[in-house]
Nanobody, 122 residues
């Protein structure tokens, strides 16, 4: 069992940066790949980024490649999403999730946080 709580969302101007954090509880955290997904109003949930259990492999959605970076600290049971060069189209609720592999497939992720709102103004 893994519980996930996101933080760090907020309002930022286009071109700015934000760092999201995902705090995990549960002693099996380090065995899971972790991912970030986002969902904008009226749109389907979209894969953003994922990192494997050890942190040495990452995977990104095409729309954020080169702008976002995900990482993890297993000792602290934390996952991070560093977002730079933010665009208004990045506005969404961002959620972290735990699953068996750093995959973009939503159905693979068993545990989800509640999400944190990111709003990018133009």
């Amino acid at each position: 069992q893994v519980q996930l709580v996101e933080s760090g969302g907020g309002l930022v101007q286009a071109g700015g940066s934000l760092r999201l954090s995902c705090a995990a509880s549960g002693h099996t955290f380090s065995t899971y790949a972790m991912a970030w997904f986002r969902q904008a109003p009226g749109k389907e949930r979209e894969f953003v980024a994922a990192v494997n259990w050890s942190g040495d492999y990452t995977n990104y959605g095409d729309s954020v490649k080169g702008r976002f970076t995900t990482s993890r600290d297993n000792a602290k049971k934390m996952v991070y999403l560093q977002m730079t060069s933010l665009k208004p189209e990045d506005t969404a609720v961002y959620s972290c999730a735990a699953g068996p592999g750093p995959s973009p497939r939503i159905s693979l992720y068993k545990y989800w946080g509640q999400g944190t709102q990111v709003t990018v103004s133009s």
